[in-house]
C-alpha cells in the first residue's frame, strides 16, 4: 500500500539513541574491531619476520599459513564453535589435560568469555591476511640495504627498526585500514557462533541492525544503525587517509 507508510523524520535515530543496547553493540564493536585488527597486525608481523627467514619447507609453511584466510567464514565459525564447545570441544580437553583447567568452561555460553571467544576464531582466520601483505613488503627491500647494515655492524632489531619498519609502515597503515572497515562490517562469525549472545555480551553493530531488520521486523531501525555505522567508519577512514597523506610525506 503506497499510502501505508508515513515520513517519521528522525524518529527512528532518536530512538536508538536513549536506547541503552545500542550504546552496548557500539562499545562491543569498538572492542571487536580494535582486538581483532591489533592482534592480527602483532601476528602477522611476527609471521612475515618468520617466513622472510631461509629455512628449509619454508614454501609448505608459507602454503599452509594461508588456509585460515582461505576457509570460508561460516566453516570457520562452526569449527571454532565446535573447538570451543562445553561439553565436548577440543580446547576445553587439551586445556583440562595441561592441568589449566579443573572442569569444562562453556567459552560461547556465559558472557564473560563469549566475546574473547569469537575474536580469538577471527584473528585466527585474519592474521595470514597481514602476514602474507607485510611478507611481499618485506621482499622489496634492497638488499644493498641490509649488506649496508651488516657493514656498520648493526644487529637484527636496529636492522628491523631502521630498515624493515619503514619500509613495513605504508602497508601496515593499509593493510589495517582495510581490515578496521572489514572486521566493523564482518557478522557471519558472531551470528553463526553466538548470535550476539548470550545476552548481548558478544552484540555488534552489525548483528543488532540484522536482528533489528529481521527478527524483530523493525526495518527503520535497522537501517538506521546500517547508516550510523556508515558514518562512523567514514570517520576513521578520513582519519586513516590524512594520517596516511602526512605519512607520505616522511615516506
Same mark, same amino acid.
Request: net charge positive; with cysteine; aromatic share 14%.
Given at each position: 500500500?503506497?499510502?501505508?507508510?508515513? $515520513?517519521?523524520?528522525?524518529?527512528?535515530?532518536?530512538?536508538? $539513541?536513549?536506547?541503552? !543496547?545500542?550504546?552496548?553493540?557500539?562499545?562491543?564493536?569498538? @572492542?571487536? @574491531?580494535?582486538?581483532? @585488527?591489533?592482534?592480527?597486525?602483532?601476528?602477522?608481523?611476527?609471521?612475515?619476520?618468520?617466513?622472510?627467514?631461509?629455512?628449509?619447507?619454508?614454501?609448505?609453511?608459507?602454503?599452509?599459513?594461508?588456509?585460515?584466510?582461505?576457509?570460508?567464514?561460516?566453516? #570457520?565459525?562452526?569449527?571454532?564453535?565446535?573447538?570451543?564447545?562445553?561439553?565436548?570441544?577440543?580446547?576445553?580437553?587439551?586445556?583440562?589435560?595441561?592441568?589449566?583447567?579443573?572442569? +569444562? =568452561?562453556?567459552?560461547?555460553?556465559? /558472557?564473560?568469555?563469549?566475546?574473547?571467544? #569469537?575474536?580469538?576464531?577471527?584473528?585466527?582466520?585474519?592474521?595470514?591476511?597481514?602476514?602474507?601483505?607485510?611478507?611481499?613488503?618485506?621482499?622489496?627491500?634492497?638488499?644493498?640495504?641490509?649488506?649496508?647494515?651488516?657493514? !656498520?655492524?648493526?644487529?637484527?632489531?636496529? =636492522?628491523?627498526?631502521?630498515? &624493515?619498519?619503514?619500509?613495513?609502515?605504508?602497508?601496515?597503515?593499509?593493510?589495517?585500514?582495510?581490515?578496521?572497515?572489514?572486521?566493523?562490517?564482518?557478522? !557471519?562469525?558472531? +551470528? =553463526? *557462533?553466538?548470535? /550476539?549472545?548470550?545476552?548481548?555480551?558478544? *552484540?555488534? %553493530?552489525?548483528?543488532?541492525?540484522?536482528?533489528?531488520? +529481521? &527478527?524483530?521486523?523493525? *526495518?527503520?531501525?535497522?537501517?538506521?544503525?546500517?547508516?550510523?555505522?556508515?558514518? %562512523?567508519?567514514?570517520?576513521?577512514?578520513?582519519? +586513516?587517509?590524512? %594520517?596516511?597523506? &602526512?605519512?607520505?610525506? !616522511?615516506?
Amino acid at each position: 500500500m503506497p499510502n501505508a507508510s508515513e $515520513f517519521i523524520g528522525l524518529k527512528n535515530y532518536i530512538e536508538l $539513541f536513549l536506547n541503552k !543496547d545500542f550504546y552496548t553493540a557500539l562499545y562491543r564493536s569498538i @572492542v571487536w @574491531v580494535i582486538s581483532c @585488527v591489533s592482534f592480527q597486525l602483532i601476528a602477522g608481523l611476527i609471521g612475515a619476520l618468520i617466513m622472510d627467514q631461509n629455512f628449509k619447507g619454508r614454501g609448505l609453511v608459507r602454503g599452509i599459513s594461508l588456509v585460515p584466510w582461505a576457509t570460508p567464514s561460516v566453516l #570457520v565459525a562452526l569449527m571454532w564453535a565446535w573447538l570451543l564447545d562445553g561439553n565436548y570441544g577440543v580446547i576445553n580437553d587439551l586445556l583440562q589435560k595441561l592441568g589449566l583447567i579443573r572442569h +569444562y =568452561i562453556p567459552w560461547l555460553a556465559q /558472557g564473560s568469555t563469549a566475546l574473547p571467544s #569469537v575474536i580469538l576464531a577471527n584473528i585466527w582466520q585474519g592474521t595470514p591476511f597481514f602476514a602474507v601483505m607485510l611478507l611481499a613488503s618485506l621482499q622489496s627491500i634492497p638488499e644493498e640495504l641490509y649488506e649496508a647494515a651488516k657493514i !656498520d655492524s648493526a644487529n637484527s632489531w636496529q =636492522i628491523f627498526w631502521y630498515i &624493515k619498519l619503514p619500509f613495513l609502515l605504508p602497508t601496515i597503515l593499509i593493510t589495517s585500514m582495510l581490515r578496521i572497515m572489514w572486521t566493523a562490517n564482518y557478522m !557471519d562469525l558472531i +551470528y =553463526i *557462533m553466538t548470535g /550476539g549472545g548470550p545476552g548481548s555480551s558478544s *552484540m555488534i %553493530l552489525p548483528v543488532y541492525s540484522y536482528i533489528k531488520a +529481521y &527478527k524483530k521486523l523493525e *526495518m527503520g531501525q535497522g537501517a538506521a544503525v546500517a547508516i550510523i555505522q556508515v558514518v %562512523l567508519l567514514l570517520i576513521v577512514v578520513l582519519w +586513516y587517509l590524512r %594520517l596516511l597523506k &602526512k605519512r607520505g610525506r !616522511d615516506f
